[in-house]
């Protein structure tokens, strides 16, 4: 599943910008160096905005391609913030068999948002997620943290009912 890159307004305040400076001085010089760097950005920052890949790529040298190539590969990262109510859903394997992929699709016609993204005002978020540990419940999603499960797609609704 290719991640999509929404236009919810980048709010990066000083103070992260001088602890992401303070990073890549870190690893200055540093060989891989780009993981450590990227990981501790998305720490700072909560996801990887196309501005803080940026002022990575321009700080290291390393090109903006490729900055944007390790954060669009990798699962780890995000390339949009949570939105106020984070919907993930459960993909893994037993959560997939019982029916998480309609699951997701309704969540992303209801919300009219697509999967991986964030609504503009950045109400919304939807993300699809590997095993979260309880199979037992499957198919399971999270919304802000708090677990949902045996689930149809009849429930999302209700679910979102409760954060509208």
């Given amino acids: 599943m290719k991640k999509k890159m929404t236009t919810v ?10 602890k992401l400076l303070a990073v890549i001085a870190k690893y200055d010089g540093m060989k891989g160096a780009t993981m450590p760097i990227l990981q501790d950005a998305q720490e700072i920052y909560g996801y990887l905005p196309i501005e803080v890949q940026r002022i990575i790529a321009e700080k290291t040298g390393i ?12 699962a780890q990262f995000k390339l ?42 950045g109400k919304y978020s939807l993300e699809a997620t590997r095993c979260i540990g309880a199979c037992g ?25 409760k954060y509208r």
């Fill in 9 to 18: 307004a980048f709010k990066g305040t000083p103070e992260q910008e001088e």
């Fill in 80 to 121: 949009n913030p949570d939105g106020e109510v984070a919907i993930a859903v459960c993909l893994g394997t037993a959560c997939y068999v019982k029916g998480s992929g309609e699951i997701i699709e309704e969540f992303s016609n209801q919300l009219g948002l697509p999967v991986g993204s964030t609504s503009p005002d």
């Fill in 137 to 161: 419940l499957a198919p399971v999603l999270t919304v802000n943290g708090e677990v949902y499960g045996r689930l149809t797609k009849a429930d999302v609704p209700a679910i979102l009912a």
């Fill in 63 to 74: 090109p903006l391609e490729e900055i944007y190539g390790v954060v669009s590969f990798y």
